[in-house]
């Protein structure tokens, strides 16, 4: 019986060493970040932190925003979704968030709006969604890079970067600028 349980605890302590590698994998290697140059409606250049956490697929699956606005106080103000990100900026005083869908499984999980877009405001320190009638048009214009960093890894994305981005027409005109008859059809 001893050399039972003494076979039973290797066992487990070999399982739990071989595990460690892939929880280890988990962690930072799927976790992508950058500084951007974001341009907002009234001019000004901020810089935001962006991440994104990827699946093994590099598919984005989390995206964190981190950035600081002088009229919104002196702490970092930190957005923090499973979806992508379009649209940073204020307007009439209102900072706003717009984005979009990596997936048809973020499409479902934020249910299936139409227009398939998810709309957030900060108020009183906190996110709030908000219904896509709410978002004021002047901001429909993308200010943030959309594409899927998984695949290039920039350390910094600069204006430069994103007048490129903006200027490829492989890309759909949806993700250029907002569109209120843009819908995912599944």
Not at 43 to 48: A, Q
Not at 58 to 86: C, S, Y
Not at 91 to 102: A, C, H, R, T
Not at 120 to 128: A, H
Request: proline share 5%.
């Amino acid at each position: 019986m001893k050399n039972f349980t003494r076979l039973f605890r290797r066992m487990t302590l070999g399982l739990m060493l071989a595990a460690v590698p892939l929880v280890g994998g988990c962690s930072d290697n799927n976790i992508i970040t950058w500084t951007e140059d974001v341009k907002l409606l009234d001019g000004r250049v901020i810089t935001v932190t962006q991440k994104r956490r990827i699946d093994m697929k590099r598919m984005p699956r989390e995206a964190w925003l981190t950035f600081k606005l002088p009229e919104f106080g002196d702490k970092e103000i930190v957005w923090h979704e499973n979806l992508g990100t379009q649209v940073l900026n204020v307007y009439q005083g209102k900072l706003y968030v717009i984005s979009d869908f990596p997936s048809i499984l973020e499409f479902r999980q934020y249910g299936n709006p139409n227009p398939s877009y998810v709309a957030f405001r900060y108020d009183n320190g906190q996110w709030i969604r908000i219904s896509f009638n709410e978002l004021p048009e002047a901001i429909y214009d993308t200010n943030m890079y959309f594409d899927n960093m998984a695949l290039y890894r920039l350390k910094h994305v600069s204006l430069e970067h994103k007048a490129d981005m903006l200027r490829d027409e492989t890309y759909m005109p949806h993700n250029k600028r907002i569109d209120p008859k843009y819908l995912i059809i599944e």
